[in-house]
């Protein structure tokens, strides 16, 4: 592999840590009464009340998204002004059901806003467009349910907390919901997630993404409390519509330790390397991410493979090397395997793990975090793949000197082959293009599984053309399936409303 020391040390795990601590810290400064400006200087939103007028999102036919866009003027708005405007059509949960589309909504759009700044910029207008497409199929699409009472203002966080949990396993979606909203009315958005992680990193339910909108609103988000955390809504009523809805590895999750692990983190890495090269196979389960779940707990795989793991105190450079190890045994099973599972099981074998690495890295849950991303590896690498997967497997060179655009259009083999063998000065370039590519299209998956590359890009940076030609392979999917000349005509593809 082609590693590059300035690279290591341009984005280390410390520079990391920084600039996602900005974030945190503007958001802890909210609950310590302090009110954090509102990103790129714009007015907050009103919660839950749409912007009307010439330039507004609200109320656009989403079969005329190409013709209302224009004339709506949207393209002169800034990014933040259309995130908010989307953040409240799309925080709204349905009044009953949700499809794919409806859950992932709010994760699509954290992550899109999230990417913009890396999209060509002649690009750029047909990237905003998909945002404006999904909020317009969306707020077309779905009847949504009443917003809960507001709840009691707290005297402190440890109150909220405490009430929080109490009326979790009630099964109170209501009371619920209110409480989360009030606490970030009241604390901001980094204190919700702290209380709200332990219950979204286990949970079997809202395709186990809860996490994953935790740590979005964290590192892709804004910190503006109240319109922040509505977009977690959704995943919120999941959760606590079935609270008992939860991983049962590792005894339930009971995760205390007994002393610390004699092994230094190269041993800790090297050793899950090996486990998750080849672990016991069993029989993929049915019913969506949940069935699929259930079924790797049955086999006991989790627990015979990293239960001894997990009986000690690790450290924070135990759990990194853990992490570390996971990630790109996750990447390596995009680009070693054929593309028939990559858009939403291998895509998801590494968006997973990769957002509870992510919040883990904030010092949030972080043994947690890391028990439930062996779940959900040890249950992908033995139910998905039949081969064993080899971490320092190297792609040929059969794309040569191709430009990154044309590789991406070709085949994910061919896309994955031409960004693994880019030089690190070619990095930035090749970020452009894998963000532009995913963010002029439509789906979901694609947009949030970039994003998490570009993440792992930082935390990981010795690997970061594995991930980035992780990225690429999966882009290529895309590309190939939605060349640039039809995604005007297919801005509503997936975009399914109950």
């Known amino acids: 592999m082609n590693r590059d020391p300035s690279s290591r040390r341009r984005s280390s795990r410390r520079n990391f840590l920084k600039e996602i601590g900005a974030a945190a810290s503007a958001a802890s400064l909210a609950g310590c009464g302090a009110s954090p400006p509102s990103a790129m200087g714009q007015k907050p939103l009103e919660r839950g009340v749409p912007v009307s007028g010439p ?195 590792f005894s339930g999750m009971q995760l205390s330790g007994r002393g610390r692990l004699p092994k230094t983190p190269r041993e800790v890495e090297q050793e899950t390397l090996e486990i998750l090269a080849d672990p016991p196979r069993h029989k993929m389960g049915v019913g969506g991410i949940r069935g699929f779940l259930e079924a790797g707990e049955a086999s006991g795989n989790p627990d015979s493979l990293f239960g001894r793991l997990l009986q000690y105190d690790l450290t924070d450079a135990q759990i990194d090397a853990a992490f570390r190890a996971v990630l790109r045994v996750s990447a390596h099973c995009m680009i070693q395997h054929d593309a028939t ?48 997967l080899d971490c320092e497997w190297v792609p040929a060179n059969i794309a040569g000197d191709s430009s990154v655009e044309g590789a991406l259009q070709t085949s994910p083999e061919f896309a994955a082959s031409r960004v693994w063998h880019a030089e690190p000065a070619e990095f930035p370039a090749v970020r452009r293009a894998l963000a532009t590519s995913a963010a002029i299209r439509g789906d979901q998956h694609l947009i949030k599984y970039t994003r998490a590359c570009f993440d792992l890009a930082e935390f990981d940076p010795e690997w970061t053309q594995l991930y980035l030609a992780a990225a690429a392979h999966l882009g290529a999917v895309w590309a190939v399936e939605v060349p640039r000349n039809l995604i005007e005509e297919s801005l509503l593809d997936g975009k399914t409303t109950p």
Request: aromatic share 6%.
């Open 55 to 249: 330039r507004s999102l609200h109320g656009i036919d989403p079969r005329r998204v190409v013709e209302e866009f224009a004339a709506r003027d949207l393209d002169s708005m800034t990014d933040t002004d259309l995130y908010r405007q989307a953040a409240v059509i799309v925080s709204k949960p349905p009044a009953q059901g949700l499809t794919s589309f409806t859950l992932h909504a709010p994760l699509e759009l954290m992550a899109r806003y999230a990417v913009l700044p890396w999209v060509d910029p002649a690009e750029r207008s047909l990237a905003r467009l998909q945002i404006v497409a999904s909020a317009a199929a969306y707020e077309s699409g779905v009847t949504s349910g009443e917003l809960p009472n507001a709840a009691s203002r707290f005297l402190d966080l440890e109150t909220a907390r405490r009430e929080l949990q109490q009326a979790f396993p009630s099964g109170d979606v209501s009371r619920v919901e209110s409480l989360a909203i009030q606490i970030a009315a009241q604390f901001g958005v980094f204190p919700l997630v702290r209380i709200l992680a332990p219950l979204a990193l286990t949970t079997l339910t809202a395709a186990s993404h809860a996490h994953i909108g935790l740590w979005l609103l964290l590192r892709h988000g804004t910190v503006d409390g109240v319109v922040g955390a509505e977009l977690l809504r959704a995943a919120l009523r999941l959760m606590s519509a079935d609270p008992g809805g939860r991983l049962t590895s």
């Open 341 to 388: 599972q990559s858009k939403f099981g291998w895509s998801h074998c590494l968006t997973l793990p990769q957002a509870a690495c992510g919040l883990a890295s904030l010092g949030i849950e972080r043994k947690l975090g890391l028990a439930t991303t062996l779940v959900w590896i040890t249950t992908y690498r033995s139910s998905m793949s039949d081969q064993v």
